[in-house]
């Protein structure tokens, strides 16, 4: 079974300070993604990347950024933490390998509080 | 823009009993991939049944199956027999094929009642 985790399940900081969000796969994914959850909005696409080193915006990658510096791992930075970052934060990952439409496999999220 | 709408924010049923939630999308692509997504509570997102497009078949996986309407763009997912373990937030989302982005719609939260 395809693994993805996360490196916290919930986190609290305050304001101005720098996060760290980390996330892994454990099945060889060329695809990641993470997305920010907020009740209402269903899920927002952040970053994603289709290989090492590669990133690409998606909808709302304004005070975020991410590193992907080996295959399986794919980081998001807030870079100084505001209150309206306050949410719920999920890694996924998925496989050209597997067609077209290929699944998403997601980790269990990020309960990000920024104080 | 490409837009996915779930209309009901939340359903409860009682166990056993059939629900259908609706998903409506708009996009002028033609080959498109359509998905459901569950989301228990506290527990990890998880795919639940995919439809191509290009496929006038309905998708089923065991108890859960599609009414996938291409013209009138609809994608209904009917859960049959429904079970305590169905309670959680059930996601639409709609993957053109010019793209790896998903959209996503709001979500429908569903109760299953004893």
């Known amino acids: 079974d395809v693994k993805v985790t996360q490196s916290s399940r919930y986190l609290v900081k305050r304001t101005g300070e720098k996060v760290f969000l980390e996330c892994v796969q454990d099945?060889?994914?060329?695809?990641m993604f993470w997305y920010r959850q907020d009740p209402g909005l269903g899920l927002r696409l952040i970053y994603f990347?289709?290989?090492?080193?590669?990133?690409e915006k998606g909808d709302i990658p304004e005070g975020y950024s991410v590193s992907r510096e080996k295959k399986e791992r794919f980081s998001l930075i807030l870079e100084s933490a505001s209150t309206n970052q306050t949410s719920m934060y999920l890694c996924a990952s998925s496989s050209f390998r597997q067609g077209a439409g290929e699944t998403q496999y997601f980790g269990p999220g990020t309960r990000l509080l920024v104080l | 823009a490409q837009t996915v709408t779930q209309s009901q924010p939340e359903m409860s049923v009682q166990e056993a009993e059939t629900v259908t939630l609706s998903c409506t999308y708009d996009?002028?692509?033609?080959?498109?991939?359509l998905f459901w997504y569950k989301q228990p509570p506290s527990r990890q997102m998880i795919l639940v049944i995919r439809?191509?497009?290009?496929k006038q078949q309905n998708a089923t996986e065991n108890r859960f199956s599609v009414n996938f309407q291409k013209a009138a763009k609809s994608f209904s997912l009917k859960i049959s027999d429904s079970q305590l373990g169905d309670t959680a937030m059930y996601f639409c989302a709609f993957r053109p094929d010019s793209n790896y982005q998903l959209i996503w719609g709001a979500g429908t939260k569903l109760i299953i009642k004893p």
């Open positions: 990347s289709y290989d090492v080193k590669m990133k």
């Open positions: 996009t002028s692509e033609n080959n498109y991939y």
């Open positions: 439809q191509e497009a290009y």
């Open positions: 099945m060889d994914h060329e695809n």
